[in-house]
């Protein structure tokens, strides 16, 4: 049997710039347990399954989640976490579809605190 231990939670904190905030959370198996998040603009978070940063336009995320303006967020996935086989990868754009590269403009701001599980001994 392989049992490989999960380390401790980890958060990571995002105040969102003019641009497509890509940012690399983790490069191995990661298990990633939720988020909070706010917006003064409805946007989106989009998380990738990668170990290295993803290419927006050509990656497809595994998952987005809109952020509504001014509705704050919380997803917890609760005691399973959602498996990503190959990291945890994040960005946040203007537009929904897979494919979206729209910056957000400075003006609109939001902000994300992003709960995730790396693996350990991998």
């Known amino acids: 049997m392989n049992v490989t231990a999960i380390s401790s939670l980890k958060k990571f904190h995002l105040v969102t710039a003019a641009s497509t905030n890509i940012n690399s959370l983790a490069a191995v198996p990661t ?5 909070s998040g706010w917006a003064t603009v409805t946007c989106y978070l989009k ?3 990668k170990a290295s940063a993803p290419v927006l336009g050509t990656d497809v ?3 987005t989640f809109m952020l509504p303006a001014n509705v704050p967020q919380r997803i917890d ?6 498996a990503m086989k190959n990291g945890l ?3 946040v754009t203007l537009n929904p579809a897979d494919n979206d590269t729209t910056v957000l403009a400075a003006a609109n701001t939001s902000g994300v605190d992003v ?3 790396p693996q350990s001994g991998v």
């Open 77 to 82: 996935f609760g005691v399973e976490t959602c």
């Open 61 to 63: 995320p595994a998952m």
């Open 89 to 91: 990868q994040i960005a």
């Open 115 to 117: 709960f995730y599980s």
């Open 47 to 49: 998380v990738f399954d």
């Open 31 to 35: 298990g990633f347990d939720g988020f």
